[in-house]
Structures are given as C-alpha cells and as structure tokens.
T-cell receptor, first 114, second 110 residues
Framework: DAGVTQSPTHLIKTRGQHVTLRCSPISGHKSVSWYQQVLGQGPQFIFQYYEKEERGRGNFPDRFSARQFPNYSSELNVNALLLGDSALYLC?????????????FGQGTRLTVV | AQRVTQPEKLLSVFKGAPVELKCNYSYSGSPELFWYVQYSRQRLQLLLRHISRESIKGFTADLNKGETSFHLKKPFAQEEDSAMYYCALEDRNSGYALNFGKGTSLLVTP
C-alpha cells in the first residue's frame, strides 16, 4: 500500500481561479480530513468526511468545499483563489476518523497563488 | 475555545542530553492529545497519543490536567530525533478534527 496519495504535488494558480485537489485514502479507511498548512504554522483543519458525509468543518470561507466519493477518495475545491490561499494542503485518512484510529497523512499538495 | 500552545519554535540540544518539548492546551472536556512528528522530507506521522500511554522511540508524554499540559520528553536525545514536532488536540466539537500547535523544531547536535 502506497499510503495516502495526493495529487498534484505542486500547483501554481492565478488569483481568482479555481483549484481542485485530490486525495486517495489508505485502502479500508473510511474517513478523510483536509488541512491547510501555511509556512511556519501547524496544520489547520478544513474539513472531515466520514462515509461520504461531512462530519466537521473548520473556520474557512465558503470558497472552500469538499466531497467524498463512494470509493472514499476525496476532492478539495477552492474557488476565487486569493494570494493568502498559498499553502501546503494535507489530506489525512483514518479508519474511523476519531482518536481511536490513527490519522495517516499524505505528502501534501503545494499550492502557490500568484 | 480549544487551543494548543507550543511556546518554543526551536529547541537545540546536544546528543545524549534530556529533551522536553512543551505543549499546553485549553479544552472544555476530557482532552484527547497527540504528538505528531515530521522528519526531513517525510510525511507528518503520529508519534504517540496519551490514551495509549506508550513510549515510542524513547519518547513519553504525560497528560497533566491540572497544568493543562502534555509535554514530550526523552531522557537521552539522539541525532535522528531532529525533526519538527507538533502537539495536537482532538476537537470533538468539530467532528474529530485535530487542532495542531505551531510546532517545535528540535535540533540535536553531536
């Protein structure tokens, strides 16, 4: 198993554009979470999905949206990109999505907005 | 509000010296706390969680509810311990999100 995989690894977008980031969880894991990590900060929670339902949402504007597919993979969408959206976006998968099951992180997608 | 504070941005110690990475939290309820580690050019990974009360790679962390702390300790640091360490709190009021501190960069020098 390759672990959690994210695509693309790097991305450059222009202000105002839209971006879609993708995440494939570890086989058998039903929960996917998304985090944003800006330079010098810890990861900040954006969304959690479990069994295709949104379980939690962080303090991010409505420009951020996500979904989880029947195969448990997930997409994070960001509309009307701002310079401040430049960050490393991390995806984490776990079997249950609770503290009882470990969260495994992907390598991240580095988004640069110019 | 739930919050995790790691007061040290950078901690530098000599090989063989004791290490303590500090973590303080604020949470209304019974906290679930974790330490995650990121080695150079590797993914963020779980180091240990307080509910399992285990020692991983010689590291331990004790939850002190009175002081609202979850400091990470190791009696004798090794060069391979050099990494970025994040303390995280599970926020059960927001699904089961992990609320991370800003991280402490540990540098162990020979």
């Amino acid at each position: 198993d390759a672990g959690v995989t994210q695509s693309p690894t790097h991305l450059i977008k222009t202000r105002g554009q839209h971006v879609t980031l993708r995440c494939s969880p570890i086989s058998g894991h039903k929960s996917v979470s998304w985090y944003q990590q800006v330079l010098g900060q810890g990861p900040q929670f954006i969304f959690q999905y479990y069994e295709k339902e949104e379980r939690g949402r962080g303090n991010f504007p409505d420009r951020f949206s996500a979904r989880q597919f029947p195969n448990y993979s997930s997409e994070l969408n960001v509309n009307a990109l701002l310079l401040g959206d430049s960050a490393l976006y991390l995806c984490a998968s776990s079997y249950l999505g609770t503290g009882g099951s470990e969260a495994f992180f992907g390598q991240g997608t580095r988004l640069t907005v110019v | 509000a739930q919050r995790v504070t790691q007061p040290e941005k950078l901690l530098s110690v000599f090989k063989g010296a004791p290490v303590e990475l500090k973590c303080n939290y604020s949470y209304s309820g019974s906290p679930e706390l974790f330490w995650y580690v990121q080695y150079s050019r590797q993914r963020l990974q779980l180091l240990l969680r307080h509910i399992s009360r285990e020692s991983i790679k010689g590291f331990t962390a004790d939850l002190n509810k009175g002081e609202t702390s979850f400091h990470l300790k190791k009696p004798f640091a090794q060069e391979e311990d050099s990494a970025m360490y994040y303390c995280a709190l599970e926020d059960r009021n927001s699904g089961y999100a992990l609320n991370f501190g800003k991280g402490t960069s540990l540098l162990v020098t020979p």
